[in-house]
């Protein structure tokens, strides 16, 4: 299983985040989309500077873009990364679109469906871009509908608040072959029950998003926390080894708690 970071951009530099991803050792690294940054733009400007590997989105939104603009800047961020570009997508949540950007949020199925149907012919026109190959295309998707578009039209999914458990029974059965990157929160500490606590305090108004409440559910779940893997450096690895025996081909690590401890356990 390959190791994934996640690099969160608000309200730091460029350099900051090359930095960071430089050091990790990390196969992979991810921007997701939030404020400020365009996330396409933002990793190919940090896999232009970090050779050796992989840069992606996770994820950037649908809804605000046309399949053929973003087809175009994810064929550039290729072209700029020398092919170590990886593009994640999806709908977003209700609110977010329909608040921020004015795009009613009916039938996101649906509209995934139509979006995957135009963008992949499209990402595979490499027309003028020389030596470029079509970029890996991930679908965020958590319900079977939507895990059922990932199996048909993308090359697989990105997860997030999913156990190992969730994982075996809820995705592995709906995906043939694709890719599984889960992402998760994960922190090394010798006190996971006061850490867990900080992150309840933090991320508990998440799983009042439909989307992922429904997924919580699924998975017989109540917190999004209870997805998270905190512990010692023994239990984090068991953690891990846990997803990567569920069938998760790429682990995507957003750290918590001590940085420095958590990165030399992933190593």
Same mark, same amino acid.
């Given at each position: ?19 960071? *991803? *430089? %050091?990790?050792?990390?196969d992979t690294a991810y921007v997701n989309e939030t404020v400020g940054w365009d996330p396409v733009q933002l990793a190919a400007l940090i896999g232009a500077r970090v050779p050796g590997i992989e840069v992606g989105t ?8 046309? +399949? ?9 961020? =290729? ?19 329909? %608040? ?8 996101? *199925?649906?509209?995934? /469906?139509?979006?995957?149907? /135009? ?9 003028? @871009?020389?030596?470029?190959?079509? +970029? ?36 592995? +059965? ?51 926390? %209870? ?5 010692? %450096?023994?239990?984090?690895? =068991? ?11 790429? @682990? ?6 001590? /940085? ?5 356990? @992933?190593?």
């Open positions: 299983m390959r190791i994934g970071l996640l690099v969160h951009s608000v309200g730091r530099t460029l350099d900051d985040l090359v930095a960071e *991803a *430089a %050091e990790a050792a990390v996770a994820v950037t939104l649908t809804y605000p873009r046309h +399949p053929q603009a973003l087809a175009l800047a994810a064929l550039s961020a =290729q072209a700029a990364t020398g092919n170590r570009f990886v593009l994640g997508v999806g709908p977003g949540h209700k609110a977010p679109m329909e %608040e921020r950007f004015g795009i009613s949020y009916d039938k996101p *199925a649906a509209h995934v /469906r139509d979006y995957l149907t /135009r963008l992949r012919p499209l990402l595979d026109d490499t027309t003028g @871009l020389v030596g470029v190959t079509r +970029p890996k295309l991930l679908l965020s998707a958590l319900g079977p509908v939507m895990l059922g578009i990932a199996d048909e039209l993308a090359d697989g999914t990105i997860l997030v608040w999913t156990t190992a458990k969730g994982v075996a029974e809820l995705v592995v +059965p709906r995906l043939h072959d694709k890719e599984i990157v889960s992402l998760a929160q994960v922190g090394v500490t010798d006190d996971a029950d006061a850490l867990r606590q900080q992150l309840a305090a933090g991320f508990g108004p998440v799983k009042k998003l439909p989307n992922y409440h429904k997924h919580l559910a699924r998975q017989g779940l109540t917190s999004v926390v %209870e997805t998270a893997i905190l512990g010692d %450096e023994k239990v984090v690895r =068991q953690e891990i080894q846990r997803l990567a025996d569920a069938g998760v081909t790429e @682990l995507v690590v957003s750290v918590v708690g001590d /940085r420095g401890r958590t990165l030399a356990a @992933l190593r």
